[in-house]
């Protein structure tokens, strides 16, 4: 019994890590796109298309989560990601602005 409620609460674990962080990595990536696509920020349809660039980046990663064996190197390797995604769409607003 304690093997069952031990992977419901990694289950859990991930879940959460893929819905809160894979919503940064989301977000990061999209704004990556909004930097470095076509026309820079300058066309006004490229707003619509990187908000909907979201959700299927999102969905992504949240469907990958599970992927890991336990849930704290989920945390962990997201959150790395997460900090390297935001730190170069940080660089790429400097360089490109």
């Known amino acids: 019994m304690a ?8 289950w859990l674990f991930k879940t959460l890590a893929g819905v809160i962080l894979g919503y940064g990595l989301a977000l990061a990536l999209s704004g990556w796109f909004a930097w470095i696509g076509p026309g820079g920020l300058t066309p006004l349809n490229k707003y619509q298309f990187t908000m909907w660039l979201v959700p299927p980046l999102w969905l992504a990663v949240l469907c990958s989560v599970f992927l890991f064996r336990r849930a704290r190197q989920a945390w ?22």
């Open 3 to 10: 093997a069952a409620h031990t992977t419901q609460l990694s």
């Open 76 to 97: 962990l390797w997201l959150g790395l990601v997460n900090l390297l995604a935001f730190a170069v769409l940080r660089l790429l607003r400097y360089w490109l602005a």
